[in-house]
């Protein structure tokens, strides 16, 4: 926002405008971080840290930022990460959200935690690659019913989250953390489990913390979705997963809203690539908010990342046209910063860009 005028020019902006408008008990929740937020901050300060190392006179007339992710082409090495109640900040939600990536032609994650119904939000997202976010619970009939659900809703992928056997002790939210307001359910797990509607206070029980990489052989068996295992911060963690069927690794500290003082997720991506070596895509959140951001994830070695908050801010300022406006402005900047680091193609990007 500059001078008079109130249009955001940047993901912050839409940070500050999306706290105006959204309720007390909306904002805690999607702004916490876990603890003292130390994780939450430093996955900021990683990225602020690194700097590029840009190349001149590489004919950057022409910028493609097309690429491939899980044998799905992509328009840019952006997607939507999943997060839960997305209706917390508009009416419409997640469907609001699809109805933003697919106008920007952009690949998105749902969350089981969603508000609204997975075929309601598959609809307006089309062909595009898309990918479900499941929380295993105790019951496997549960998560045999949910990728069902997603393999019939044209979701290319599992995407299996691992860092959250208990939810992380956010304080920010902790006095409104279990109710949702009236009117917004758990929409995608309604009907299962011999419950008719489920309350956030019934899922933080039934979350299964006995998960261990059993498991992941379990579901990978389970479907022809690969499985992308988000959550992951080491190198022998990533090898493991790889080793029980993981189709992808996801690297994340949950935008650090789970384990406090555990390491930037741009930090841990080098040591992850390394150990992975080649075997599957390896992709990143947590920070994301420039276009710098992502040319930085990808010059490490990320095939791809993931953008949480921000795509919450644009949906809270003005629905999905914010939350599309959102995505606009972070693939315009990555497209810049691509033509000014000299790379005209993904391909030219590269780890000497980084130190
Ligand atoms: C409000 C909110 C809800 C989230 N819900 C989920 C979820 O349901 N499942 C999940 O795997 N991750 C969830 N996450 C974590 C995101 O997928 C992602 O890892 C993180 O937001 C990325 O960091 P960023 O917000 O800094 O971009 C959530 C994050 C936020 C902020």
Request: net charge negative; glycine share 8%; hydrophobic share 45%.
């Amino acid at each position: 926002m500059s001078g008079n005028s109130t249009e955001p020019l940047n993901l912050f902006d839409y940070e500050t405008l999306a706290q105006t408008r959204l309720s007390r008990r909306a904002w805690n929740y999607i702004s916490d971080g876990a603890a003292d937020e130390i994780t939450l901050r430093a996955n900021r300060q990683a990225f602020d840290a690194l700097r590029l190392r840009p190349h001149m006179l590489r004919d950057v007339s022409v910028i493609d930022t097309t690429t491939s992710f899980l044998g799905a082409s992509l328009a840019q090495p952006v997607m939507v990460a999943p997060m839960a109640y997305q209706r917390l900040a508009c009416e419409e939600g997640e469907v609001a959200v699809a109805v933003a990536a697919a106008a920007t032609q952009t690949a998105l994650c749902l969350s089981t935690l969603s508000t609204r119904e997975i075929g309601e939000v598959a609809a307006p997202h089309g062909s595009l690659p898309r990918f479900f976010q499941l929380y295993m619970l105790k019951d496997r009939g549960i998560t045999r019913e949910l990728v069902s659900r997603a393999c019939a809703s044209g979701f290319g992928a599992i995407v299996l989250t691992v860092d959250a056997p208990y939810p992380g002790r956010r304080e920010r939210g902790s006095a409104d953390r279990m109710v949702l307001p009236s009117g917004l359910h758990l929409a995608n797990l309604d009907g299962l489990g011999g419950r008719e509607s489920w309350s956030i206070a019934n899922f933080a029980s039934e979350l299964d913390a006995s998960l261990s990489w059993r498991d992941l052989d379990w579901l990978s068996s389970l479907s022809p979705l690969p499985v992308i295992v988000k959550g992951i911060l080491r190198a022998d963690d990533a090898s493991m997963a790889i080793d029980h069927g993981a189709g992808a690794i996801c690297v994340s500290n949950h935008g650090g809203r789970q384990l406090d003082t555990a390491i930037a997720s741009i930090t841990a991506l080098p040591e992850i690539v390394q150990a992975v070596h080649s075997r599957c895509d390896v992709i990143l959140d947590g920070g994301i908010r420039r276009g710098t951001d992502v040319l930085k994830a990808l010059a490490l070695g990320a095939r791809a990342v993931l953008v949480g908050r921000p795509v919450i801010w644009g949906l809270a300022h003005s629905g999905a046209a914010g939350a599309q406006r959102v995505l606009e402005l972070l693939r315009d900047e990555f497209r810049l910063a691509m033509a000014l680091a000299g790379c005209a193609r993904i391909s030219d990007i590269d780890q000497s860009l980084v130190v």
